[in-house]
């Protein structure tokens, strides 16, 4: 046991050295030194409201940082090799078939409300997420074809599906299918996302505010952190208060000014300034799928793959990398590189504005020398995007577009307003990334038979996708993930632009903050240094 | 109603301001007398005495003038004042500083600060005239038609302009554009409807005041039908102040429009329009200033202009 | 007649503040509907939902936005009728509860920047009419003028950048207190000392010219006893015509204010229900500001009196719509519209009078 934790945290170390030295940023090394002390409240600013701190049924990732905090799940993954390890589960079994799922949980764990953690939190949590439908926004879609949570005794829980489910036992390791006590579980959905959740976690909920804040205080009793975790029993923070403050400005001159100890949306352009002044910038590119723009193939131009395939090939990827954080990569494929299937696709995606033009020409498209836009049959080469998120990027990829003869017409709308416009079926391109530690995300978004993104019929690229549930073997899956992905591509199913990173600046006192393998934050180790 | 009310009480504080008019015109003389003491309206505009030169050269509304002339010129023909491109620029030449290369500095994507403020005038200007247009006809329609028929209508319309006078303006806007959808038209829509209560009651009030006088009764009573007492006797004298109201408005409205841009209800990209740049920039404040600063202080200075001018205007009508 | 012209008018106007009340709620209600965004699927995440549609429509039903138009119209508005606006989609609080949770520190905000901008736009306005070089006097006048022209969410930025950054004067964050109120009060008090100072001006301006006042100071009264005796009074008046739009103002201002300042508040939960078609808790928004404008409006029926010796009870309410159609017609930016009159020499109440 003792060799155990000792060796897991010589990884742990080794593993943010990496990740750190990865990111570019240099630690300061003297402060790096030190025995965690206990102690002080650590000041977050985020900078979009959590609207619903309920894990189980939101998705976006500022909510999802708070309820990992207040929730432990069955198993963690490894950030580094995506590996999945020991949480609450002790040990687990998964049939041939990856039907059936056997979990040994961990003894003694308490829910911060002082029930017990057993068998029947695990059958009554994936009840309750089962119940919560459309609500639960992602734990839906882990739990489809869920038959039955078997519970043979206190410690002992078997989770059977109806299909093979092999994407089942990373889905444990996330927040999404984290647990809560009985008496959460009988709150209205509402209450839940109002702050009234109480789980196993590092650290209690004490107070949610929607768009204003959040404070979080430890659970003393706390004894079961995952195998991951650099040290045991409770937390090193006395507690954590989250403000959310939308303007960057105010972020970064809080941070600079010592007003708050994290600042968890850097702009680039803040980036050299802090790092220079000693104030360390954390990153690392969400998992999942990155930023794409998603063609609707019903949509007159979108079902033409040849203006598909001219647009991925007229992006300069390259070039977009001047406009986003240092710290943050243009797309080398529809899966970022922190997703464990990851493979390296930028052959696929190289900058060439020749063979764009030649694919156009072939198409019919010829250019207008008068507006510098192609045209056929008197149409000018148009495409409209509606997208709500904060892209600065995009405005560079219209320009490149536009140099290739094609005109990218912007719509930047409310969340509201675009969602809108998703539910009328008139886009003609879609545009998002979608975060999960695990190449599945893939299947989610393309397969004809699921979301199916680019309203195409099914063709090959299902057999591959269905293959990827039932192979268990990484190496296997891996392959058949790129075989997917590599098709979305050439065929202009996915046109990738950048990975989403999210940037963190932290006060140098701040030790011992890092993303676990979905890119949010585990706060569990985190420490302050100095007096406090 | 009320019309008839304040012809029985002379010392209600409405009349302050024909007793205002009347010293203004027929009590010229006795100005005249008092004018030893330097007495000057605020505003800067020199007082209704008769004093003041007519003629004078005032060096602030003639830079206003100018400034105004110059934008408008940038809206009508951007291409006279700058070769750059407004919409593309050299992403390895981003952020640069003021200076030889850029006189205004470049944006986070290398676009020329200069050129995109003299292609965004045609835009923010053509925003702001819409916005105004809007309100101006709206709300002068109401406040004419309340004001002239009185009574039931003038009650229910006047409720109407007290709804839209009773949910804040930027609230109103916001739903609106929400609503219709982001861009140039919307965006208009969504402020004109906030100020149309200002038109309604200016003009309102004139036509009351103007209803009441002896040449309009004569009108009356000589059997001249309502439409034509209005479009002939009331309205040319009550648009002067209308007018001047949209002066005003036209700067509240360059302000509105970069209010709703910073609250991200704006024009979408890679348009620039005035209020979209400050408010984009701001993100910039720590590490190039330059990009909210000078669309800043530009929109400052217009709305400065405009109101200078709707000041002279005002001044003007009540001298002549 | 029993009533007393004072009671008769209260009920008249309470009679028109519910009027409006109904149709702000009812105009509000069908601009919201008609929106193109679909609450439901935005309170379930929009692209991050991986939801069915059968799942979709069960949340839709128990909103009850699956019923007609009219019969949703009718179970708000006699919900509204008890007080009870509905609970919020996004998190589910009751909006009543959530606008009383926001109103205290939008109420201390408001208050600490309504105070030094009427003091401050009253003293500008004092200073610039008896200002006795015309160069100050014009710089004086020209102030107001350039604190309606900054951009409000600029103006917040850049204090921030001074005072809180660079400084470290006051905290940016964490608004508890006197010492955070300080920042956001004063960018909301610019804006609004400037469009005081206006009115004062003018109103100042004008009241100077008046008859009775020409009088006095040919009787020998001096300039300062006349305008704190007089002129200020009569000013005052038409500062409080406009406190409707001074309050509307203070609203949406504080919308850009708390945004800026990352305060809590009625303007920043209105503009995050306005962004998530947060329905209920906009509309709940919107009644509340109409409520305020309507009680606004009634105190300054009542309070004209107190201002304004020469006004009798019976002909407040006539008073205060003249005022209001000249003055209450000023804009956010400027509030000199009223002044602009032309000459009227044939006007009757005058001619009695001449």
Known sequence: MHTRSALSLTAAALSAVLLLSACGSQPDPTAAAG?????????????????????????????????????????????????????????????????????????????????????????????????LGARATQG???????????????????????????????????????????????????????????????????????????????????????????????????????????????????????????????????????EASGFPVLSRPNPGMTYNLLPKESKPIAEEPEVRRAISKAINREELAAVISSHQSPATSVLSQSTPQYTDLSAHLAFDPEGAAALLDEAGWELNAETGIRERDGEPLSIELSYWQTVPFLELVQQQLRAAGIDLQLDRATLAEHTAAQESGDLTFDFYNLTRSDADIIRTVFDARARNVNEREPSEIEDILTETTVTTDPAARTALFEQAAVKLIEEGHAIPLVELSGVWATSPEVQGLHFEASSRVQLYDTWLAGER | MSAGLSSSQPTAPHVQEAEAQRTGASHAGAQHTQSAEPSRTPGGRPSLRGTAPLGRIRPGLILAAVLLALVTAWALAPDLFTDRDPLSGDPLQRLQAPGTGALLGTDQLGRDVLSRIIHGAGSS?????????????????????????????????????????????????????????????????????????????????EVLRWRSTLFVEAARLNGIRTPEIVVRHVLPHAVGPVFALAALEFGSAILAVSALSFLGYGAPPPQPEWGLLVSEGRDFIASAWWLTTMPGLLIAAVVLSVNRIALALGSGRSRS | ?????????????????????????????????????????????????????????????????????????????????????????????????????????????????????????????????????????????????????????????????????????????????????????????????????????????RA????????FRAAGMGRPRLLLSHALRVASLSLLSVAGVITGNLLGGTVIVETVFTRSGLGRLAESAVSSQDIPLVLGIVVFSAVVFVLVNLATDLLYPLADPRTRPAVRAAVRRAAEASAEALPAAGAEANQTHSPTPTRPTEEVRA
């Open chain 1, 35 to 131: 025995e965690p002390v206990s102690g002080g409240t650590l000041r977050i600013a985020y900078d979009t409201d959590p609207q619903c701190v309920d894990g189980q049924q939101v998705g976006q990732n500022t909510a999802l940082n708070v309820t990992r905090q207040v929730t432990d799940s069955l198993t963690d993954q490894d950030p580094e090799t995506g590996e999945i390890v020991p949480w609450l589960a002790e040990s687990w079994e998964v049939s041939e078939d990856s039907r059936e799922f056997t979990f040994h949980l961990r003894e003694g764990v308490t829910f911060q409300d002082g029930t017990p953690f057993t068998s029947a939190s695990v059958a009554e949590n994936f009840a309750a997420i089962q119940d």
């Open chain 1, 140 to 274: 839906s879609s882990y739990l489809a074809g869920l038959r039955s949570v078997e519970t043979p005794d206190e410690h002992t829980a078997v989770v059977a599906f109806e299909e093979p489910n092999a994407q089942f036992l990373q889905a444990t390791s996330t927040m999404i299918l984290g647990f809560y006590s009985s008496q959460t579980l009988e709150k209205t959905p509402e209450e839940r996302c109002g702050g009234e959740i109480v789980g196993t976690g590092p650290f209690t909920l004490e107070s949610f505010t929607p768009a204003e804040s959040a404070s979080l205080v430890r659970y003393d009793d706390y004894a079961w952190p995952s195998s991951l975790a650099r040290h045991e029993g409770p937390a090193h923070l006395d507690g954590i208060e989250i403000t959310v403050v939308p303007e960057a400005t105010v972020r970064n001159g809080s941070l600079s000014s010592g007003q708050i100890d994290v600042d968890t949306a850097v702009l680039p352009q803040d980036e050299e300034t802090l």
């Open chain 2, 125 to 205: 200007l053509g925003t702001t005239a819409i916005a105004v247009l809007i309100a101006f006809g709206a709300g002068t329609a109401i406040g004419v038609v309340a004001g002239f028929l009185g009574c039931g209508v003038d009650a229910v319309l006047m409720r109407v302009i007290d709804v839209l006078q009773s949910i804040p303006g930027l609230l109103l806007s916001m739903s609106v554009v929400v609503a219709l959808g982001f861009g140039a038209v919307n965006i208009a829509l969504a402020v004109a409807l906030a100020s149309i209560p200002a038109f309604a009651r200016v003009a309102r009030g």
């Open chain 3, 1 to 205: 007649m029993r009533l007393t012209p004072t009671a008769a008018l209260v009920l008249r106007r309470l009679g028109h503040g519910a009027v409006v009340l109904w149709a702000a709620f009812t105009l509000a209600f069908l601009v919201l509907y008609v929106l193109p965004g679909d609450p439901v699927a935005i309170l379930l995440g929009g692209d991050q939902s991986t939801a069915a549609p059968e799942e979709i429509a069960a949340v839709r039903a128990e909103y009850n936005l699956d019923r007609p138009l009219l019969v949703q119209y009718l179970l708000a508005l006699t919900a509204a009728l008890r007080f009870d606006l509905g609970s919020s989609f996004a998190t589910g609080q009751p909006v009543v509860e959530a606008i009383g949770a926001a109103l205290p520190s939008t109420v201390a905000l408001a208050v600490a920047a309504l105070v030094p901008a009427v003091v401050g736009g009253t003293a500008l306005a004092v200073l610039a009419v008896n200002a006795r070089r015309p160069a100050l006097r014009a710089l004086l006048s020209g102030l107001p003028g350039l604190g309606v022209a900054l951009p409000t969410f600029w103006v917040g930025l850049m204090l921030l950048q001074v005072f809180s950054f660079r400084l470290g004067w006051v905290p940016a964050l964490g608004a508890e207190g006197l010492l955070g109120l300080v920042l956001p009060a004063a960018t909301l008090a610019l804006p609004l000392g400037a469009m005081v100072a206006q009115v004062l001006l003018r109103a100042l301006d």
């Open chain 3, 208 to 215: 100077w010219r008046e008859q009775y006042v020409t009088t």
